[in-house]
């Protein structure tokens, strides 16, 4: 059981290349998330999905594209990379019902992105 | 707008206890949970409160206060394996199970 598997764990990319980072989860969650993290701050939402087929916009999502075609993966891309889209880039996963009152969120390891 | 605030730095030794703070503005609420980052990791879920009071998990406790917009984690008999980043996190709508993060309170854990 893999829980939330992000790829790749480390990119370097130059501005206006484009690229994908791929997320995939075996927990059959049905909500899934893509957050950044930059230095002394919390995660930000960048989108989320609610099911196969469904995204939605989060807290910082200009720049970047989203797909769900499968439950299990949620895709992030960045169609022309900036320097300001460096960042550690997380993905997670959660039932859509809460289980106990509660419904914890599950993160992958993290792919570290540099735009240069 | 949206934001948590909690402090940025805690010191304490081993086998004490420490309180980390939170207090948030937020368009609504259904919850305050906490998160465990070590060394810039998958961050992991900790606790959380829907509901005013206190919820024990081991050696860690969390707070809420709804009327107060604050919650705080207590983590007890500390040892240096707590070091690591805490996050509070509020959960603002009843929709699709977002999250707003505070931007982490780093707890160094000294002998």
């Known amino acids: 059981n893999a829980g939330v598997t992000q790829t790749p764990k480390f990119r370097v990319l130059k501005t206006g290349q484009s690229m994908t980072l791929l997320c995939a989860q075996d927990?059959?969650?049905?909500?899934m998330y893509w957050y950044r993290q930059d230095p002394g701050m919390g995660l930000r939402l960048i989108h989320y999905s609610v099911g196969e087929g469904t995204t939605a916009k989060g807290e910082v999502p200009d720049g970047y594209n989203v797909s769900r075609l499968k439950k299990q993966n949620f895709l992030l891309g960045l169609e022309s990379a900036a320097p300001s889209q460096t960042s550690v880039y997380f993905c997670a996963s959660s039932y859509s019902k809460a289980r106990g009152g509660i419904q914890p969120q599950h993160f992958g390891d993290g792919t570290r992105l540099s735009i240069l | 707008g949206q934001s948590l605030e909690q402090p940025s730095e805690v010191t304490a030794v081993e086998g004490a206890i420490v309180q980390i703070n939170c207090t948030y503005q937020?368009?609504?609420?259904?919850?305050l949970s906490w998160y465990q980052q070590h060394d810039g990791g998958a961050p992991t879920f900790l606790s959380y409160?829907?509901?005013?009071g206190l919820e024990e998990t081991g050696r860690f406790s969390s707070f809420l206060s709804r009327s107060d917009s604050y919650g705080y984690l207590l983590l007890q008999e500390l040892q240096m394996k707590d070091s690591a980043s805490y996050f509070c996190a509020v959960r603002p709508g009843n929709q699709g199970g977002k999250l707003i993060f505070g931007q982490g309170t780093e707890l160094s854990v000294k002998p």
């Open positions: 927990m059959n969650h049905e909500y």
């Open positions: 937020t368009s609504g609420f259904y919850g």
């Open positions: 409160n829907g509901l005013d």
